[in-house]
């Protein structure tokens, strides 16, 4: 399959060609990778079974392993779930558009291949001017995991997405980095009190303030979890580097001495350390250290962590030693992907 890569150029003619072209591939079963404000999304048409298959066989990914359908309105989700609790509602008027996925009872008009075989199905309608625009010339859900092969870390930018799926989708939508860096918020609003399946950018800080009572399922800082997924990322391998990864925590000058001493055990091996810009050039000896940026943003470190990861696979380093972060609010979505990408492996000394 040979795929063609369209950068939209604000030019009304040429945008509406764009839009038709990626319209006619999409109702036409095709695949349209296209940028969110959270990562890149391989897309198809969320009411066409085959087109579901398409994606998983595109990205390798696991068929159990549900799919979030994309809208543009708020409207359309009248017909793709039985009903909208009233704390979903609180949170559409909040945080929509915006990173924030929400399960609820499914319609019958999802197919099974989009929701894994369950009875739920997870929604969002995403912020970005680029993606809101094609959603609403499409006027479809569009089911949309990350544009990556799976299990590897989440493409932020074009080239990422080219690297992984050129060849396997009929077009690429390039769209510059993404903003956010991260995949979505999943909240799980069929069960009362809510509970948050996947942290993300909307934070449990951010959510409590619409419902007191939500809480958040405590497998997100566990790689090893097990549960049949009701949202993407809690079950297998995500977003993993090639080279050997290893998270530290603690307080910051052990966690440091902790990184050093493995990034002198280890001398004889290409190390890349995920530092922070406050801790980065406190370690010696190796052959690449990553600024993620401040702890004092953590957006700009989730904006950056996912790129630093494919950096280091570009690098071909062996090891990968990463900095944790404190577990609360963005903190705690950024420590989910980092345990994932390091299949759980974490050293802590307090």
Same mark, same amino acid.
């Given at each position: 399959?040979?795929?063609?890569?369209?950068?939209?150029?604000?030019?009304? !003619?040429?945008?509406?060609?764009?839009?038709?072209?990626?319209?006619?591939?999409?109702?036409?079963?095709?695949?349209?990778?296209?940028?969110?404000?959270?990562?890149?999304?391989?897309?198809?048409?969320?009411?066409?079974? =085959?087109?579901?298959?398409?994606?998983?066989?595109?990205?390798?990914?696991?068929?159990?392993?549900?799919?979030?359908?994309?809208?543009?309105?708020?409207?359309? @989700?009248?017909?793709?779930?039985?009903?909208?609790?009233?704390?979903?509602?609180?949170?559409? &008027?909040?945080?929509?558009?915006?990173?924030?996925?929400?399960?609820?009872?499914?319609?019958?008009?999802?197919? &099974?291949?989009?929701?894994?075989?369950? &009875?739920?199905?997870?929604?969002?309608?995403?912020?970005?001017?680029?993606?809101?625009?094609? @959603?609403?010339? *499409?006027?479809?859900?569009?089911?949309?995991?990350?544009?990556? !092969?799976?299990?590897?870390? /989440?493409?932020?930018?074009? =080239?990422?997405?080219?690297? &992984?799926?050129?060849?396997? *989708?009929?077009?690429?939508?390039?769209?510059?980095?993404? *903003?956010? %860096? !991260?995949?979505?918020?999943?909240?799980?609003?069929? *069960?009362?009190?809510?509970?948050? @399946?996947?942290?993300?950018?909307?934070?449990?800080?951010?959510?409590?303030? !619409?419902?007191?009572?939500?809480?958040?399922?405590?497998?997100? $800082?566990?790689?090893?979890?097990?549960?049949?997924?009701?949202?993407?990322?809690?079950?297998?391998?995500?977003?993993?580097?090639?080279?050997?990864?290893?998270?530290? %925590?603690?307080?910051?000058?052990?966690? $440091?001495?902790?990184?050093?001493?493995?990034?002198?055990?280890?001398?004889?091996?290409?190390?890349?350390?995920?530092?922070?810009?406050?801790?980065?050039?406190?370690?010696?000896?190796?052959?690449?250290?990553?600024?993620?940026?401040?702890?004092?943003?953590? =957006?700009?470190?989730?904006?950056? @962590?996912?790129?630093?990861?494919?950096?280091?696979?570009?690098?071909?380093?062996?090891?990968?030693?990463?900095?944790?972060?404190?577990?609360?609010?963005?903190?705690?979505?950024?420590?989910?992907?980092?345990?994932?990408?390091? /299949?759980?492996?974490?050293?802590?000394?307090?």
């Amino acid at each position: 399959m040979k795929t063609e890569i369209i950068k939209f150029k604000g030019n009304e !003619i040429e945008d509406k060609k764009y839009l038709d072209k990626i319209k006619k591939t999409f109702e036409q079963g095709g695949l349209v990778v296209f940028p969110t404000e959270t990562v890149y999304g391989l897309g198809g048409n969320g009411l066409d079974k =085959e087109a579901a298959k398409k994606i998983y066989a595109a990205k390798g990914r696991p068929s159990d392993n549900p799919l979030i359908l994309h809208i543009a309105e708020n409207s359309q @989700l009248d017909n793709l779930v039985e009903d909208i609790p009233e704390v979903a509602k609180k949170c559409m &008027d909040k945080f929509w558009p915006g990173p924030l996925t929400m399960i609820f009872k499914r319609s019958k008009l999802i197919p &099974d291949e989009v929701t894994g075989g369950l &009875d739920t199905v997870a929604v969002r309608e995403p912020s970005h001017n680029l993606a809101n625009k094609i @959603l609403k010339a *499409v006027n479809l859900p569009i089911a949309a995991p990350s544009a990556n !092969i799976s299990g590897r870390p /989440s493409p932020t930018k074009t =080239e990422h997405v080219i690297e &992984d799926l050129d060849g396997r *989708v009929d077009i690429i939508v390039d769209g510059g980095k993404s *903003v956010v %860096g !991260i995949e979505s918020t999943v909240l799980d609003v069929t *069960v009362n009190p809510p509970i948050i @399946l996947r942290p993300g950018k909307i934070t449990l800080e951010d959510l409590q303030k !619409i419902d007191s009572d939500i809480t958040i399922d405590q497998g997100t $800082i566990d790689a090893t979890n097990k549960q049949v997924p009701k949202s993407p990322g809690q079950k297998y391998k995500h977003y993993a580097p090639r080279a050997e990864a290893i998270c530290f %925590g603690g307080g910051i000058e052990k966690m $440091i001495l902790e990184i050093q001493k493995n990034i002198d055990k280890n001398n004889e091996k290409k190390v890349a350390v995920l530092a922070s810009t406050e801790t980065m050039d406190k370690y010696t000896g190796a052959d690449l250290v990553i600024n993620l940026g401040s702890r004092d943003n953590l =957006e700009e470190v989730a904006s950056n @962590l996912f790129d630093a990861l494919r950096h280091c696979d570009e690098e071909g380093v062996d090891m990968i030693f990463a900095e944790g972060f404190e577990p609360m609010g963005l903190g705690l979505s950024i420590m989910n992907r980092l345990l994932k990408a390091c /299949s759980g492996r974490i050293i802590m000394r307090i």
